[in-house]
């Protein structure tokens, strides 16, 4: 059963009913984040009571959103494989790095975990359809999981998203509008639909229920490594992952799954659109939003993300770092997974591994700390752009 208890505004505290649906706190217009009877799941959850579970994300059930599960919708997201890196990490002078390889999620990138929970929750309080703005791999994972559902899908892309990206969420079944100008526009276009037809709308961190199944990555490292890394290493563009993440190390703890320590988290975003990165380096708590933003790592191309201040409060907390990589870097980095580990990868994990090289050439990561890099989708669909 899931121990969901209430909603909190990630800003002023205020807290809501969970069973309502709401997209941002009605108070201050900031992201509302889920909560739950953590004493009660302690009581009741040990992690040695986790073998035998299903080998997806719902294995945490008690602590997802979703009450029924009847509307638990599977398309067997989760439980990615963490591969040891020994040639790569050989080359870097990492004795300890691994991949979690989230390509190998339903639609081949992360998305799908926040979709499948977001979706099933939503389902859950009545939702009739869904509208999203997406740089594309969000789209797809909701075409998919509004397509398990039953649901219609109305998703906005970029006018110049990869064809690869439009054929797939037309070939599960949604809707697609094209919008001139980057994610930002696509948002606004997708708003004024929602308004109009009732939709639900799953934008990044605009509803509180994608940032829950993100957070079972952090989940799952410490189950398969029996334990909290020392650094994670995110590309990140709305950041939900990061956000996501941290939460979850803290919800481990207060279950008692793990202690105090936690992993220093590392954005990386490319240097036509680095505005998290900026505002690290500047010590803000919001980001600026970056004016004409652009890179070949469509998924990092978020001009403003409404949860800036999360993914800084991580960083920071974490006693992390934010670096921005040019795109030559990310364009040499880009078949390096490919060559050393068998892994074809997306150009924001090119950037993410960019990222690193930077951070070990620095010595700000250290050789004999276990280190894990997010592989974030699959390349397959970004053939064409390579």
Not at 89 to 105: D, M, P, T, V
Not at 145 to 165: D, K, Q, S
Not at 265 to 283: D, H, K, L
Request: net charge negative; with cysteine.
């Amino acid at each position: 059963m899931s121990f969901l208890s209430h909603l909190e505004c990630s800003r002023c505290a205020r807290q809501f009913d969970a069973g309502q649906w709401l997209n941002l706190c009605p108070h201050c217009d900031s992201p509302l984040l889920a909560r739950y009877d953590l004493e009660a799941v302690r009581r009741i959850l040990q992690r040695e009571d986790m073998a035998g579970r299903p080998t997806n994300l719902w294995r945490y059930a008690e602590l997802l959103p979703v009450r029924d599960p009847a509307c638990r919708l599977t398309l067997g997201e989760g439980w990615t494989p963490l591969l040891p890196a020994t040639r790569l990490g050989a080359a870097l002078g990492l004795s300890h790095l691994y991949i979690k390889e989230e390509g190998l999620n339903p639609t081949t990138s992360f998305k799908a975990r926040g979709m499948a929970v977001a979706v099933s929750r939503a389902c859950e309080l009545g939702a009739a359809g869904f509208v999203l703005p997406s740089a594309g791999n969000a789209g797809g994972a909701l075409a998919a999981y509004a397509a398990r559902a039953g649901r219609p899908a109305h998703i906005y892309l970029p006018a110049e998203t990869p064809v690869p990206f439009v054929r797939e969420c037309e070939g599960l079944g949604a809707t697609v509008t094209t919008v001139r100008g980057h994610i930002g526009d696509a948002g606004r276009s997708a708003r004024q639909e929602a308004e109009r037809s009732g939709s639900f709308d799953l934008s990044t961190l605009r509803e509180p229920y994608r940032v829950e199944g993100k957070k079972t990555m952090a989940f799952e490292l410490v189950e398969q490594l029996n334990g909290v890394p020392d650094v994670i290493v995110y590309p990140t563009g709305g950041g939900t992952g990061i956000i996501g993440m941290w939460k979850g190390f803290a919800e481990l703890e207060a279950v008692g799954w793990i202690g105090p320590e936690r992993p220093r988290m590392v954005t990386v975003q490319a240097e036509g659109c680095a505005p998290i990165v900026r505002a690290f380096c500047e010590g803000s708590e919001r980001a600026r939003p970056w004016e004409n933003p652009e890179t070949v790592a469509l998924g990092l191309r978020v001009p403003s993300a409404i949860g800036d201040f999360l993914i800084l409060r991580a960083l920071r907390e974490s006693e992390g770092t934010a670096v921005a990589v040019g795109e030559p870097a990310i364009r040499a980095a880009w078949g390096r997974l490919g060559s050393t580990e068998g892994i074809l990868t997306c150009p924001e994990t090119a950037a993410a591994l960019a990222g690193l090289e930077d951070l070990v050439r620095d010595g700000w990561i250290r050789p004999e700390e276990r280190v894990v890099l997010f592989d974030t989708a699959s390349g397959y669909k970004y053939m064409d752009i390579r």
